[in-house]
T-cell receptor, first 116, second 108 residues
Framework: EAGVAQSPRYKIIEKRQSVAFWCNPISGHATLYWYQQILGQGPKLLIQFQNNGVVDDSQLPKDRFSAERLKGVDSTLKIQPAKLEDSAVYLC??????????????FGQGTRLTVV | DAKTTQPPSMDCAEGRAANLPCNHSTISGNEYVYWYRQIHSQGPQYIIHGLKNNETNEMASLIITEDRKSSTLILPHATLRDTAVYYCIVRGGNKLVFGAGTILRVKS
């Protein structure tokens, strides 16, 4: 089966600019996650969707970050305006069963964002 | 979700078994132990998970102590391509919360 697709792979922007990342999860996966991974650290969950509804966005800096998952399939994550500390890899993941802890999540390759 | 404790780094000789420990003393009865790894410049890759019984798949074995307060991931014959950061995660819902992980260096 096709994996989680993310684009772009790399993005360089200046601070105060805006940027958007796209994720296409594995077909049929109800749960979608966005993570931020700063160099040298483990991934940090930003937001979790169940179909097209938000389950958890407690770690999402809502003054500048937004995410949506229209129609419960693809998702976009936006940063506006970007700050230097937003430089990180943004990972998207998906899993099958809503609410199940006995099912693995599959990750995309990530988008590496550099803010200069 | 319960917290996990892992050593920051480990070395292993190529061809030998790599045994990666993880402590999760506050794990509760319905929480699973998951292992992921992340090779440089790639997204995390699922390895294995278990509840209380030992598990084995084509990649690794997972040994969970009887009291479930710790576990060990075993890569039976480590290769240079197994060099990665290994994350032990306790999961009791649909969340997946990562810690800092263990950097495993496989050396020839």
């Amino acid at each position: 089966e096709a994996g989680v697709a993310q684009s772009p792979r790399y993005k360089i922007i200046e601070k105060r600019q805006s940027v958007a990342f796209w994720c296409n999860p594995i077909s049929g996966h109800a749960t979608l996650y966005w993570y931020q991974q700063i160099l040298g650290q483990g991934p940090k969950l930003l937001i979790q969707f169940q179909n097209n509804g938000v389950v958890d966005d407690s770690q999402l800096p809502k003054d500048r970050f937004s995410a949506e998952r229209l129609k419960g399939v693809d998702s976009t994550l936006k940063i506006q305006p970007a700050k230097l500390e937003d430089s990180a890899v943004y990972l998207c993941a998906s899993s099958t069963h809503p609410g199940a802890s006995n099912t693995e999540a599959f990750f995309g390759q990530g988008t590496r964002l550099t803010v200069v | 979700d319960a917290k996990t404790t892992q050593p920051p780094s480990m070395d292993c000789a190529e061809g030998r078994a790599a045994n990666l420990p993880c402590n999760h003393s506050t794990i509760s009865g319905n929480e699973y132990v998951y292992w992921y790894r992340q090779i440089h410049s790639q997204g995390p890759q699922y390895i294995i998970h278990g509840l209380k019984n030992n598990e084995t798949n084509e990649m690794a074995s997972l040994i969970i102590t009887e009291d479930r307060k710790s576990s060990t991931l075993i890569l039976p014959h480590a290769t240079l391509r197994d060099t990665a950061v290994y994350y032990c995660i306790v999961r009791g819902g649909n969340k997946l919360v990562f810690g800092a992980g263990t950097i495993l260096r496989v050396k020839s």
